[in-house]
């Protein structure tokens, strides 16, 4: 891959990582209060187990996991396919998406900041809420361990998917012998 190719390959999962986050917020949140408000009343705890912060930022990992689980998935049996694992290429993408969900957090304030801001971070970052509600940790740290949780999924899941891809198909990965001509 030249230069060109791998800036598009990261902008291009930048953009997955953004859309992931705002589908898991949509599962999260809004298709579990939707789920919540058809049970009858009898079931209140249930309701109230699923508007939970804890429940509703859970799934909203899990979402933004195998979404983009997909996506390295298919990474990695392509990188596999046409011999041209970059696992550099990806660790750094993953890096560098590390960084861009996390930047943002460093400069949140809650004592300056408005209502409108707050409701912002708390909707870019409710996949991560999970260990904030969890573990009592503040937001920086919850973005940073949330984030680095489900990146580090994908980085397993394009790894996995390669070597076994690699597994299933040696013929295609043989080495030709000194003696045998390239045709």
């Known amino acids: 891959m030249d230069f060109t190719e791998q800036f598009k390959y990261w902008i291009f999962r ?8 705002l ?16 049970l009858p009343f009898g ?9 939970s912060d804890m429940t509703g930022s859970v799934v909203a990992a899990v ?15 392509k990188h596999a396919a046409y011999e041209d694992m970059d696992l550099i290429l990806v660790t750094v993408s993953a890096i560098l ?8 957090v460093i400069f949140y304030n ?7 801001i707050d409701t912002i ?14 573990f009592g940790a503040d937001l920086k740290t919850a973005a ?10 994908q980085l397993a899941v394009y790894n996995y998917k390669y070597t076994s891809y690699k597994k299933k198909h040696p013929f295609m990965f043989k080495e030709p012998e000194d003696g045998a001509e390239n045709v």
């Not at 930048?14 to 986050?21: F, K, N, P």
């Not at 589908?23 to 058809?38: D, N």
């Not at 998406?97 to 943002?104: D, E, K, R, S």
């Open 14 to 21: 930048l953009v997955l990582l953004v859309s992931a986050d």
């Open 23 to 38: 589908m898991g917020l949509i599962v999260g949140k809004l298709l579990l209060w939707v789920t919540a408000s058809f």
């Open 43 to 51: 079931m209140l705890s249930v309701k109230q187990f699923l508007i």
């Open 63 to 77: 979402t933004m996991t195998v979404l983009l689980a997909l996506v390295f998935r298919d990474d990695g049996k």
């Open 97 to 104: 998406l590390l960084a861009v969900y996390f930047i943002p």
């Open 110 to 116: 809650p004592a300056d900041s408005t209502r409108v």
């Open 121 to 134: 971070y708390y909707m870019f970052y409710f996949p991560c809420r999970w260990v904030m509600v969890g």
């Open 144 to 153: 940073a361990v949330g984030i680095a949780v489900i990146l580090g999924i």
